[in-house]
């Protein structure tokens, strides 16, 4: 089995004793730069994902406390433990804790999905605000975004692949939303499937894009299979939403091929934002109109779930980069500036002015800082694949 170490404090001190090299010698080069301010506004365009989820976030607030009685509390989703120590209660209202057998960051007291399906058809906003969505999301525009996103994501599996070639295998997605991974899973050469549990966004799909191989579940994808089998099976951003990642694992290693590759991305627990925001980290939320991130894996933590569930990593690694003005705005005081679930809700992160320095010191240290992140597998996601075994 694959072992990680999480980065020690003596890996994580150059991360800060940048920070603070840069601070200095921005002061040096530019003192002026701490009087200058400019504007700032997040969310521009004919449809803004950034006001959308404002306006779930605002009727979730209004509305939660009726669902919230319908929680329910679960087990460490990585090795079954019930020994917790509490971390933080989430903006919107989940309580975060850590595993004292294996240090997974989970909430353990969360909302089943059969509770945000019916929000999701009860409430005449949250389904009016999810169609705007879904349209937004099968656009020209998101598919060329998604286009570049998704093929960095198959060249990340593609040369463990026999021949180190994605053409002509079978993919399947899991939690692929409104299915612009199937689409470019196709454009590579690869049959592609997917499954999505939300009922809405399957039946949208079914509807709009009636040649994309969507199912609502992996029982219902396996019943049309016929003993067919999978050679990649992906989880891009959704492991972390999932109640029961092992049991999902594990139903997708029974539809692969043997050695079949899996490959996932989550967000990073051992990452300077949830480590040092932590409830105003923006991607530590128990849910607002569907489940939200109710694991939060380290790499260490996900590999020791993925051998579990029958799998054995070939490569691990962390992606993209920290947005460290996110930081530097904690760290000064500057919390209404922080890009989070209780600033979208006041719009106090939407538009404000910020000081020069922050965005000027971000930038010129952010490259560095990024290659030092990647070293330690420190970066905000978690980029992973592994063989079926």
């Not at 950034?50 to 319908?70: N, P």
């Not at 003005?325 to 600033?343: A, M």
Request: aromatic share 12%.
């Amino acid at each position: 089995m694959t072992t990680l170490a999480p980065p020690s404090l003596a890996e994580i001190g150059p991360l800060l004793a940048k920070l603070l090299g840069g601070l200095s010698d921005l002061a040096a080069n530019d003192p002026s730069v701490f009087a200058r301010s400019s504007r700032r506004k997040r969310g521009q365009g004919a449809v803004s994902r950034t006001d959308d989820y404002a306006s779930l976030i605002r009727i979730w607030e209004e509305r939660k406390e009726a669902y919230f009685a319908q929680s329910q509390e679960r087990l460490c989703p990585c090795c079954g433990s019930a020994e917790r120590e509490p971390l933080f209660v989430s903006q919107d209202g989940f309580p975060y804790a850590r595993c004292v057998r294996c240090s997974m960051w989970y909430v353990w007291r969360y909302l089943p999905s059969e509770v945000w399906a019916r929000y999701q058809l009860d409430e005449p906003d949250v389904m009016t605000l999810h169609d705007r969505q879904f349209g937004s999301s099968c656009t020209g525009e998101r598919y060329a975004a998604e286009e570049a996103r998704f093929a960095g994501y198959f060249e990340g599996f593609r040369p463990f692949c026999p021949n180190a070639s994605l053409t002509g295998l079978s993919y399947l997605d899991v939690g692929c939303y409104t299915g612009n991974s199937l689409r470019v899973a196709a454009a590579h050469g690869m049959t592609a499937y997917g499954v999505d549990g939300n009922p809405r966004v399957v039946d949208y799909v079914r509807a709009h894009r009636p040649e994309l191989h969507l199912y609502p579940t992996i029982a219902d994808l396996g019943k049309d299979l016929g003993g067919r089998r999978f050679h990649c099976v992906s989880f891009w951003e959704a492991l972390e939403h999932d109640p029961e990642p092992l049991r999902a694992l594990r139903r997708c290693r029974e539809l692969m091929e043997p050695m079949g590759i899996l490959a996932l991305t989550v967000p990073n627990a051992q990452s300077a934002l949830p480590l040092l925001l932590r409830e105003y980290c923006f991607y530590c939320f128990g849910g607002i109109d569907l489940q939200g991130h109710i694991n939060l894996f380290s790499p260490t933590t996900l590999v020791q779930l993925l051998a579990t569930a029958g799998f054995e990593p070939v490569s691990v690694e962390t992606i993209y980069s920290t947005d460290w003005e996110q930081v530097l705005f904690y760290v000064t005081g500057q919390w209404d500036k922080i890009y989070c679930t209780k600033n979208l809700r006041s719009g106090s992160c939407v538009e404000f002015d910020a000081p020069a320095w922050t965005e000027e010191l971000a930038q010129m240290i952010g490259p560095d800082l990024s290659r030092l992140e990647k070293t330690l597998r420190f970066g905000p996601m978690i980029l992973l694949v592994a063989r079926a075994v």
